[in-house]
């Protein structure tokens, strides 16, 4: 029968895969550019939230959920985790300059978000299907947060990979995190284009106001923040 690609992937797959592709190259350009690199990991953020508007208005396939969950493992879970690890191996040496035990430490802790990024998008797969079942932080709104961090300039990666790995126990933390719904996710994906395409534009006003809603979801969202 043969992949019959043409056939069996719909628009918001191709949204989906732009995505995977925006994610492999900010990790990519996080070795020369890590402020590209967040800007971009942002813009996955975005395509992501496309792609489901798109899924719900009746463009959808069958492989599209699994297509969506193997993407937001790479962008929202392997991207920031090199991320991190850049960040750390430029500052405390990789693994050529660094004692082999440091480099060991500092691989381990930024790779604790992928890890943990991996263990939350296998058990949605296999243990939680009902639409009000959601444990756990979004690995994208943890991708928010380190990525607005470091556009609004905290960059020490000490400071972002200690933050990290709360985000990486949050995303298996046995509380629910509500989806925004459009009266809320759009407001936000206007701020976070701004953090996008300006992010340093006025003393830094749209990553930093992107990363304090991050942060406001992230501490009150199980309790407090209506969802869809």
Request: negative net charge.
């Amino acid at each position: 029968m043969g992949f019959e690609i043409r056939r069996r992937l719909s628009v918001a797959d191709t949204v989906t895969l732009f995505n995977a592709v925006v994610g492999f190259v900010a990790g990519a350009i996080a070795f020369t550019d890590p402020h590209l690199a967040a800007r971009l990991i942002l813009l996955a953020v975005i395509a992501d939230a496309i792609d489901g508007i798109v899924a719900r208005n009746g463009d959808s396939s069958a492989v599209g959920p699994l297509l969506d969950s193997v993407t937001d493992v790479v962008s929202f879970g392997a991207t920031p985790s090199l991320f991190l690890y850049v960040l750390l191996t430029d500052a405390y040496g990789g693994i050529e300059s660094a004692h082999p035990a440091v480099f060991v430490g500092l691989a381990l802790l930024a790779s604790a978000y992928v890890v943990c990024s991996i263990v939350r998008t296998a058990f949605y797969s296999t243990y939680f299907d009902a639409p009000d079942e959601r444990p756990g932080m979004p690995n994208t709104l943890g991708s928010i947060i380190i990525a607005t961090a470091y556009l609004s300039g905290i960059t020490n990666p000490l400071v972002l990979s200690i933050g990290a790995l709360a985000l990486s126990f949050a995303m298996i933390a046995p509380f629910d995190y509500p989806k925004p719904g459009p009266k809320y996710a759009i407001p936000m994906g206007v701020v976070q284009a701004v953090a996008v395409i300006a992010p340093t534009a006025f003393f830094r006003a749209g990553p930093r106001a992107m990363l304090a809603i991050a942060l406001l979801f992230f501490a009150l969202g199980p309790w407090v923040y209506p969802g869809e």
